[in-house]
Protein backbone atom coordinates (compact mmCIF):
# COMPACT_ATOMS: atom_id res chain seq x y z
CA UNK A 1 0.00 0.00 0.00
CA UNK A 2 1.53 3.66 -1.03
CA UNK A 3 2.94 5.41 1.92
CA UNK A 4 0.93 8.24 2.63
CA UNK A 5 2.81 11.10 4.22
CA UNK A 6 1.04 14.44 6.06
CA UNK A 7 3.55 16.99 6.36
CA UNK A 8 3.44 19.76 9.29
CA UNK A 9 5.31 23.08 8.47
CA UNK A 10 4.85 26.41 9.83
CA UNK A 11 7.01 28.65 7.10
CA UNK A 12 9.07 28.07 4.30
CA UNK A 13 8.92 24.69 3.53
CA UNK A 14 12.07 24.17 1.62
CA UNK A 15 12.49 20.61 3.40
CA UNK A 16 8.57 20.02 2.05
CA UNK A 17 9.44 20.85 -1.20
CA UNK A 18 12.63 18.24 -0.91
CA UNK A 19 9.74 15.66 -0.21
CA UNK A 20 7.79 16.59 -2.84
CA UNK A 21 10.19 16.72 -5.59
CA UNK A 22 11.60 13.26 -4.50
CA UNK A 23 7.94 12.02 -4.23
CA UNK A 24 7.61 13.34 -7.99
CA UNK A 25 10.95 11.82 -9.23
CA UNK A 26 10.80 8.65 -7.48
CA UNK A 27 13.35 9.31 -4.93
CA UNK A 28 10.85 8.42 -2.42
CA UNK A 29 8.60 6.10 -2.78
CA UNK A 30 5.44 7.66 -0.92
CA UNK A 31 2.62 10.27 -1.73
CA UNK A 32 3.01 13.35 0.12
CA UNK A 33 -0.74 13.86 0.22
CA UNK A 34 -1.72 16.88 2.49
CA UNK A 35 0.36 19.62 4.18
CA UNK A 36 -0.86 21.51 7.09
CA UNK A 37 0.13 24.77 8.88
CA UNK A 38 -0.42 26.52 11.79
CA UNK A 39 0.36 29.89 10.01
CA UNK A 40 -2.06 30.94 7.31
CA UNK A 41 0.45 32.57 5.60
CA UNK A 42 3.09 30.03 5.38
CA UNK A 43 5.26 29.60 1.86
CA UNK A 44 4.35 25.99 2.66
CA UNK A 45 1.10 26.44 1.41
CA UNK A 46 2.03 27.77 -2.01
CA UNK A 47 4.10 25.03 -2.20
CA UNK A 48 1.96 22.17 -1.92
CA UNK A 49 -0.66 24.16 -4.48
CA UNK A 50 2.33 24.13 -7.07
CA UNK A 51 2.23 20.24 -6.46
CA UNK A 52 -1.14 19.25 -6.22
CA UNK A 53 -1.29 18.83 -3.15
CA UNK A 54 -4.06 19.72 -0.66
CA UNK A 55 -2.89 22.29 2.46
CA UNK A 56 -5.20 23.65 4.89
CA UNK A 57 -4.39 26.00 7.92
CA UNK A 58 -5.14 24.68 11.37
CA UNK A 59 -4.77 27.71 13.63
CA UNK A 60 -4.75 28.42 17.15
CA UNK A 61 -7.85 30.20 19.13
CA UNK A 62 -7.02 32.61 21.57
CA UNK A 63 -9.64 31.32 24.09
CA UNK A 64 -8.31 26.95 23.06
CA UNK A 65 -5.53 25.34 25.41
CA UNK A 66 -2.72 23.57 23.89
CA UNK A 67 -4.67 20.20 24.37
CA UNK A 68 -7.83 21.53 22.77
CA UNK A 69 -5.84 22.35 19.91
CA UNK A 70 -3.50 20.01 19.70
CA UNK A 71 -7.10 17.36 19.22
CA UNK A 72 -8.46 19.47 16.69
CA UNK A 73 -4.83 19.33 14.70
CA UNK A 74 -4.85 15.53 15.51
CA UNK A 75 -8.50 15.11 13.61
CA UNK A 76 -7.83 17.21 10.35
CA UNK A 77 -4.59 15.47 10.09
CA UNK A 78 -6.34 11.90 10.93
CA UNK A 79 -8.63 13.01 7.71
CA UNK A 80 -5.96 12.09 5.20
CA UNK A 81 -5.36 8.90 6.84
CA UNK A 82 -1.41 9.08 6.43
CA UNK A 83 0.96 6.63 8.03
CA UNK A 84 3.54 9.38 8.56
CA UNK A 85 3.69 12.17 9.75
CA UNK A 86 6.55 14.22 9.27
CA UNK A 87 7.40 17.87 11.30
CA UNK A 88 9.53 19.68 8.50
CA UNK A 89 9.88 23.20 10.21
CA UNK A 90 6.82 22.74 12.45
CA UNK A 91 7.75 24.99 15.01
CA UNK A 92 4.80 24.52 17.71
CA UNK A 93 5.87 21.30 20.16
CA UNK A 94 3.15 19.02 20.27
CA UNK A 95 0.94 18.05 23.37
CA UNK A 96 0.31 14.06 23.52
CA UNK A 97 -3.48 14.87 22.75
CA UNK A 98 -2.08 15.24 18.81
CA UNK A 99 1.16 12.37 19.86
CA UNK A 100 -1.27 9.45 21.40
CA UNK A 101 -3.21 10.03 17.82
CA UNK A 102 -0.11 9.06 16.02
CA UNK A 103 1.99 6.23 18.04
CA UNK A 104 5.66 6.11 16.11
CA UNK A 105 4.44 7.94 13.16
CA UNK A 106 5.28 11.78 14.06
CA UNK A 107 8.70 12.65 12.30
CA UNK A 108 10.76 15.56 13.36
CA UNK A 109 13.57 16.86 11.14
CA UNK A 110 15.94 18.74 13.47
CA UNK A 111 19.24 21.11 12.57
CA UNK A 112 21.48 19.47 14.54
CA UNK A 113 22.92 16.43 16.36
CA UNK A 114 21.26 13.69 18.58
CA UNK A 115 20.79 16.14 22.14
CA UNK A 116 23.23 18.65 20.28
CA UNK A 117 21.30 22.52 20.21
CA UNK A 118 17.67 21.46 21.13
CA UNK A 119 14.80 23.99 20.20
CA UNK A 120 14.76 27.40 18.10
CA UNK A 121 18.04 28.79 16.08
CA UNK A 122 19.60 25.55 16.61
CA UNK A 123 22.44 26.41 13.54
CA UNK A 124 22.88 30.07 14.77
CA UNK A 125 23.49 28.56 18.25
CA UNK A 126 26.10 26.17 16.35
CA UNK A 127 28.06 29.05 14.78
CA UNK A 128 27.90 31.06 17.77
CA UNK A 129 29.63 28.21 19.39
CA UNK A 130 31.79 27.82 17.16
CA UNK A 131 33.03 32.02 17.34
CA UNK A 132 33.75 31.10 20.60
CA UNK A 133 34.77 27.83 21.39
CA UNK A 134 35.87 26.49 17.84
CA UNK A 135 33.16 23.89 17.69
CA UNK A 136 34.17 22.46 13.74
CA UNK A 137 30.92 20.34 13.26
CA UNK A 138 27.46 20.37 13.69
CA UNK A 139 24.67 18.08 12.19
CA UNK A 140 21.11 17.19 11.33
CA UNK A 141 18.97 14.41 12.61
CA UNK A 142 15.55 12.97 12.02
CA UNK A 143 13.90 10.99 14.62
CA UNK A 144 10.49 10.04 16.05
CA UNK A 145 8.49 12.45 18.08
CA UNK A 146 7.16 9.78 21.16
CA UNK A 147 6.29 12.33 23.65
CA UNK A 148 6.47 16.00 24.77
CA UNK A 149 9.98 16.33 24.75
CA UNK A 150 11.65 18.92 22.67
CA UNK A 151 13.72 17.32 19.65
CA UNK A 152 14.53 14.04 21.32
CA UNK A 153 13.04 10.55 20.39
CA UNK A 154 14.86 7.79 18.82
CA UNK A 155 16.86 8.81 16.05
CA UNK A 156 16.07 7.56 12.72
CA UNK A 157 18.96 8.96 11.09
CA UNK A 158 21.53 11.69 11.39
CA UNK A 159 24.80 13.32 9.65
CA UNK A 160 27.54 15.42 10.60
CA UNK A 161 28.08 18.71 8.97
CA UNK A 162 31.66 20.38 9.11
CA UNK A 163 31.79 24.33 10.29
CA UNK A 164 34.49 25.69 7.93
CA UNK A 165 37.19 28.28 9.62
CA UNK A 166 35.54 31.09 7.93
CA UNK A 167 31.89 30.22 7.67
CA UNK A 168 29.14 33.02 8.05
CA UNK A 169 25.85 32.38 9.60
CA UNK A 170 24.50 32.30 6.31
CA UNK A 171 27.34 29.80 4.75
CA UNK A 172 26.89 27.52 7.61
CA UNK A 173 22.70 27.85 7.41
CA UNK A 174 23.00 26.97 3.60
CA UNK A 175 25.25 24.08 3.95
CA UNK A 176 22.93 22.57 6.86
CA UNK A 177 19.93 23.03 5.03
CA UNK A 178 21.28 21.09 1.80
CA UNK A 179 21.95 18.23 4.68
CA UNK A 180 18.61 18.45 6.10
CA UNK A 181 17.02 18.35 2.39
CA UNK A 182 19.04 15.32 1.37
CA UNK A 183 18.84 12.96 4.90
CA UNK A 184 14.71 13.54 5.32
CA UNK A 185 14.28 12.23 1.88
CA UNK A 186 16.47 9.23 2.38
CA UNK A 187 14.96 8.84 6.11
CA UNK A 188 11.57 8.98 4.91
CA UNK A 189 12.66 6.43 1.73
CA UNK A 190 13.44 3.89 4.24
CA UNK A 191 10.83 4.16 6.36
CA UNK A 192 8.36 3.91 3.20
CA UNK A 193 10.37 1.05 2.41
CA UNK A 194 10.19 -0.67 5.66
CA UNK A 195 6.28 -0.12 5.45
CA UNK A 196 5.96 -1.36 2.00
CA UNK A 197 7.55 -4.63 3.20
CA UNK A 198 5.08 -5.38 5.89
CA UNK A 199 2.35 -3.63 3.64
CA UNK A 200 2.74 -5.33 0.93
CA UNK A 201 0.49 -4.42 -2.27
CA UNK A 202 -2.91 -7.27 -2.73
CA UNK A 203 -2.30 -8.96 -6.30
CA UNK A 204 -5.19 -8.17 -8.89
CA UNK A 205 -6.66 -11.49 -7.81
CA UNK A 206 -6.92 -11.15 -4.04
C1 LIG B 1 14.63 23.50 9.25
O1 LIG B 1 15.98 23.84 9.42
C2 LIG B 1 14.19 22.53 10.33
O2 LIG B 1 15.14 21.57 10.64
C3 LIG B 1 13.95 23.47 11.48
O3 LIG B 1 13.25 24.54 10.88
C4 LIG B 1 13.75 24.72 9.55
C5 LIG B 1 12.58 24.81 8.59
O4 LIG B 1 12.99 25.09 7.28
N1 LIG B 1 13.24 22.84 12.56
C6 LIG B 1 13.55 23.01 13.85
O5 LIG B 1 14.38 23.80 14.24
C7 LIG B 1 12.74 22.17 14.83
N2 LIG B 1 13.32 22.24 16.13
P1 LIG B 1 11.99 24.90 6.06
O6 LIG B 1 10.67 25.55 6.44
O7 LIG B 1 12.65 25.61 4.91
O8 LIG B 1 11.83 23.42 5.81
Redesign the pocket.
Known sequence: MTTRIVVL?????????ALLDASADGRLNARIVAVVSNNAEAF?HSRAANSGVPSLSVTKLPDETREQYDTRLGEAVAAFQPHFVV?????RILTMSFLSAFPNQVI????ALPGEF???H??ERAHAEHQQSGLTRTG?MVHYVPDER??EGDVIASVEVPIAPLDSLKTLEAR??AA?HTLLVQAMQQLAQAHDRNHPAPKPNQ
Do not use: C, K, R, Y
Open positions: ASGNGSNLQALAGWMNLHPPGTAIVVDVHE
